[in-house]
């Protein structure tokens, strides 16, 4: 009995956090390109990536992640780019996932760099792939070079924003 | 707390290492003659456009059109049914970095001989 009431308060939460990485992501869709590259965003949306990682299981947080992916491509104007956003976003879930443990709550920032990082390697991964061209590699180190700030910016939010709300969210 | 420390050493290396990459693909890399156009990874195009008349050359993947413009011996894109128009406002091919639309599967790329074989 106990349990299930648990469950369905979790279910609630999940669901809270998907939407407001939605809407993130929505906002940052409408805002105009940071350069003229393929796959360079702030990234907000990691934000709740990187909360959500901390706060529940990396199971929890990939539902929210996958959910925000599938529902976000539809609001998209490129609804193709789910390819690129799934192969991203899945490296940066596992490498923050299995790196997860060796990161105090004062350095969630270092974990969310290496997300960021990753997110940008499995995007042009799946470029290449898709493009079937290896040309899409000469944006990787400009990509991961502002991978780098993005990630402790968006990862500096998500560790303010836990350690503020010791609660679970 | 070990593991802790490598891993930062390592994301500053990183974050040090693909700044460095950058700038000499942005600015310092030299500039090959030839420009290599490949759509859906075929290659269509390998010009030399200092050689070049003024041109525009259409592209066209599953209906939609790409159109690149040969000006004074420079590549641009004139021309885009992309949705993104990223390709469009890369501008001029003029430094290490292809113009790419990711949509359209459409590469404007100095030929360097790196990509000859990997094109394979
Ligand atoms: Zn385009």
């Known amino acids: ?169 | 707390m070990k593991t802790k420390r490598i891993l930062f050493i390592l994301a500053a290396a990183v974050f040090l290492i693909s700044g460095i990459i950058s700038v000499y693909l942005l600015f310092l890399r030299p500039k090959p003659e030839k420009v290599r156009i490949t759509s859906d990874g075929e290659t269509l195009y390998v010009l030399e456009p200092a050689r070049e008349e003024d041109r525009l050359i259409t592209v066209e993947y599953e209906g939609r059109e790409n159109v690149i413009e040969i000006k004074d011996g420079r590549v641009h894109m004139l021309k885009a049914d992309c949705p993104d128009h990223i390709c469009i406002e890369t501008g001029w091919l003029d430094n290490g970095l292809p113009i790419i639309c990711l949509p359209n599967r459409l590469v404007i790329e100095y030929e360097d001989g790196r990509t000859d074989a990997a094109a394979g």
């Open chain 1, 1 to 169: 009995m106990k349990s299930k009431k648990m469950n369905a308060k979790k279910l609630a939460r999940l669901g809270l956090l998907t939407a407001l990485a939605l809407i993130i992501y929505i906002v940052e869709l409408r805002l105009p390109d940071i350069a003229p590259i393929p796959g360079m965003k702030l990234g907000l949306a990691n934000i709740v990536t990187v909360c959500a990682l901390f706060t529940f299981s990396p199971k929890e947080t990939a539902l929210i992640l996958y959910a925000r992916i599938i529902l976000g491509s539809i609001f998209a104007s490129n609804p193709s780019a789910i390819l690129y956003s799934i192969s991203g976003g899945t490296l940066c879930l596992v490498g923050m996932a299995l790196l997860r443990k060796h990161f105090s709550k004062k350095s969630i920032w270092l974990c969310s760099v290496y997300g960021a990082a990753l997110h940008n390697i499995g995007q042009t991964a799946a470029a290449v792939f898709i493009m079937r061209t290896t040309a899409v590699l000469a944006y990787l180190p400009i990509l991961i070079f502002f991978a780098c700030i993005s990630g402790a910016l968006t990862g500096l939010t998500a560790q303010f924003i836990i350690l503020r709300t010791n609660k679970k969210y």
